[in-house]
């Protein structure tokens, strides 16, 4: 028994005399409240409103906005494609991986803020954990190498992905598009760089090229290199 109150590990009795919600409703309901509120908005009574139920059906399934979350982060995870390591090979299978994760986080951007509140115990955590670990397993890394390699790969994704969504979301509130407040920044900080050549010079690159495909290409040239360096560990050791 985990020392932290956990909905996959509590085990339900009874039922309610009539039952008028499925937790699949229950979390459907609640990562549409998320993506469109974010985890300030999510409560227990908005999404009893939404799901137009009494709080006593709700509450049978889940107890607290913990349990909530516990739900939506696996829901979340069951999203993520990782691929067989034997028909993709491993570093094309963690590409993929990579990506699918990205897209998924950008998708739910409320990803990032819960996402290491609670332990990921959940079935499609546990599942898309253990196809990730045996990725790395097939490259060759061995004992904690293969956790930490796995652990580099994830940290990277949600770190690049976690910065996009904070500033897609700001955009949203701004009520711009990325590409007028992409070009607005840029032309109220080109005056101050104008001393630091270096800065300036970046800033002028980054006007040739639309946000999204300057994301993307950030993204994939940050995953390569840590793959090559993955790469070069692997033949260091043998």
Do not use: C
Request: glycine content about 8%.
């Amino acid at each position: 028994m985990l020392g932290m109150d956990s909905i996959w590990t509590r085990q339900r009795t009874g039922s309610p005399a009539r039952e008028t919600l499925s937790r699949d409703q229950i979390v459907k309901a609640t990562m549409e409240l998320l993506d469109t509120e974010g985890v300030a908005g999510l409560s227990m009574r908005k999404l009893a409103a939404r799901l137009d139920s009494g709080a006593t059906s709700l509450y049978w399934h889940v107890q607290t906005k913990d349990d909530l979350i516990d739900l939506v982060v696996d829901e979340a995870y069951g999203e993520v494609d990782v691929p067989d390591a034997e028909l993709a090979g491993w570093r094309a299978g963690a590409l993929l991986f990579a990506h699918s994760l990205r897209a998924v986080v950008l998708r739910h951007g409320w990803l990032p803020e819960v996402i290491y509140l609670r332990p990921s115990i959940g079935p499609n955590a546990v599942r898309m954990g253990s196809r990730g670990l045996e990725l790395f397993t097939a490259a060759g890394f061995t004992g904690r190498d293969i956790d930490y390699a796995m652990g580099a790969v994830m940290s990277f994704v949600f770190g690049n992905a976690n910065s996009q969504a904070a500033w897609e979301a700001s955009v949203r509130r701004s009520g711009r598009s990325v590409e007028q407040q992409n070009q607005e920044i840029l032309a109220e900080v080109d005056q101050i760089t104008a001393m630091h050549p270096t800065m300036h010079e970046s800033l002028q690159r980054r006007r040739v090229v639309g946000m999204d495909q300057l994301q993307n290409e950030s993204f994939a040239y940050g995953l390569d290199s840590l793959l090559d360096g993955l790469e070069a560990r692997l033949t260091a050791a043998r």
